[in-house]
């Protein structure tokens, strides 16, 4: 039941979010520059936040050097060449199978 | 739903074929969702109930790494709220697309704007200047590729219990959030974010409850809008994540 209710306050809420420009802003009334600039910056952010908890840290403990990194570090090294997600996804996933096979 | 017309579905069909490369990237987002609720121990119906109802894949699995470790129902939501920001900025941008619009049209269409419906709306929005043909070009997209996403979760609360431990499905998190966010990432305010948001969370890991996570995210956003910009902004919002074929929510 809690755990439906945090996922109940979050959909209110992001719906909130996501009427908030289209109720409130009109044709020509804009963000203010310096919101819309933070607001550019919550993907990165958050996602940064999201992966560096995930991959350097295992509930809350440094995740011990392995497959995770090296796995990682193929996929960055990708997304930087490619500049595309899909190979991005698929050398990271690739590169993880291969680790795990290899023992690491 | 009575009464469309050929012209209708001729347009969601355009829709639908303007945001189609981007659909196999929210299902596998969708899968690697349901399969971690399930890892989570978080029963079915309420998984489910959290991709129809929140819509925005990154927030649901911080939410679900919440609950893991315990953290208290306002922090989880306030993670949630913090990472679903973004929102706000497609929707000032969308608010013109939208101004012809009927209201419940409004209220319908911005439930289902993800980053990837927001941003292929943004782009054909001038190519429909007629609002009924751009209204149904923009829910011939969006409407599909939620209920791929929904149906991605789905399966992966299906199969969740099938996956071995072995396979340590929890990488799908770093990864695809490594697919989204790195293809994008360009300029400095953005560089900046991550590179703080990441040392915030590693020096913070021993606060309780995940909120190194929100710490970091905040401390990214807020450092990073101290550095300025070389680019000026375009039509379209760039949120800084990479929205090609395979991409995530």
Redesign the interface.
């Known amino acids: 039941m809690?755990?439906?209710?945090?996922?109940?306050?979050?959909?209110i809420?992001?719906?909130l979010?996501?009427?908030?420009?289209?109720?409130?802003?009109?044709?020509?009334?804009?963000?203010p520059p310096?919101v819309?600039?933070?607001?550019?910056?919550?993907?990165?952010?958050?996602?940064?936040?999201?992966?560096?908890?995930?991959?350097?840290?295992d509930?809350?403990?440094?995740r011990a050097f392995g497959?995770?990194h090296l796995?990682?570090l193929v996929?960055?090294g990708v997304?930087?060449w490619?500049?595309?997600?899909?190979?991005?996804?698929?050398s990271?996933?690739v590169a993880?199978a291969a680790l795990?096979l290899a023992g690491l | 739903m009575l009464g469309i017309g050929p012209r209708q579905w001729s347009d969601a069909w355009a829709g639908l074929k303007a945001i189609g490369p981007l659909m196999p990237?929210s299902v596998?987002f969708g899968l690697a969702f349901g399969a971690l609720v399930r890892v989570a121990g978080?029963?079915p119906f309420?998984g489910s109930?959290?991709s129809i109802?929140?819509?925005?894949g990154?927030?649901?699995?911080?939410?679900v790494?919440?609950?893991?470790?315990d953290a208290p129902?306002v922090i989880?939501?306030i993670t949630?709220?913090?990472?679903?920001?973004?929102?706000?900025?497609?929707?000032?941008?969308?608010?013109?697309v939208?101004?012809a619009f009927p209201r419940r049209w409004?209220?319908g269409l911005?439930?289902l704007?993800t980053?990837q419906a927001a941003v292929v709306s943004l782009q054909h929005a001038d190519r429909y200047p007629d609002p009924v043909r751009r209204r149904w070009f923009i829910v011939g997209g969006a409407l599909p590729f939620v209920a791929v996403w929904v149906a991605g979760s789905v399966a992966g609360i299906a199969l969740g219990p099938v996956i071995p431990d072995?396979?340590?499905i929890?990488?799908i998190?770093?990864?695809?959030?490594?697919?989204?966010?790195?293809?994008?990432?360009r300029d400095a305010?953005?560089v900046t974010?991550?590179?703080?948001?990441?040392l915030?969370?590693?020096l913070a890991?021993?606060l309780p409850w995940?909120l190194?996570?929100?710490a970091?995210?905040?401390?990214?956003?807020?450092v990073?809008?101290f550095v300025p910009?070389r680019k000026p902004?375009g039509e379209v919002?760039?949120?800084?994540?990479?929205?090609?074929?395979?991409?995530?929510e």
């Open positions: 809690k755990t439906f209710l945090i996922f109940l306050f979050a959909a809420g992001t719906y979010i996501r009427i908030s420009g289209i109720v409130i802003f009109g044709k020509d009334r804009q963000l310096r819309a600039r933070a607001l550019q910056l919550v993907g990165p952010a958050a996602m940064a936040a999201i992966i560096a908890n995930s991959l350097l840290l509930e809350g403990s440094w497959a995770w796995a990682a996929a960055v997304a930087l490619k500049r595309s997600s899909g190979w991005t996804m698929a990271g996933a993880f795990l | 990237g596998l978080i029963d309420t109930f959290a109802s929140v819509v925005a990154a927030s649901q699995i911080a939410i790494e919440a609950i893991r470790t129902a989880a939501v949630a709220l913090v990472i679903n920001a973004r929102f706000a900025l497609y929707s000032a941008a969308l608010a013109p939208f101004a409004k209220l911005a439930h704007m980053d072995a396979w340590q929890g990488f998190v770093p990864l695809m959030f490594l697919a989204v966010m790195v293809p994008g990432l305010p953005g974010a991550v590179a703080v948001s990441v915030v969370v590693v890991k021993d995940g190194n996570v929100l970091g995210a905040l401390a990214g956003i807020a990073g809008s910009a902004r919002p760039d949120d800084g994540l990479a929205h090609d074929a395979g991409g995530g």
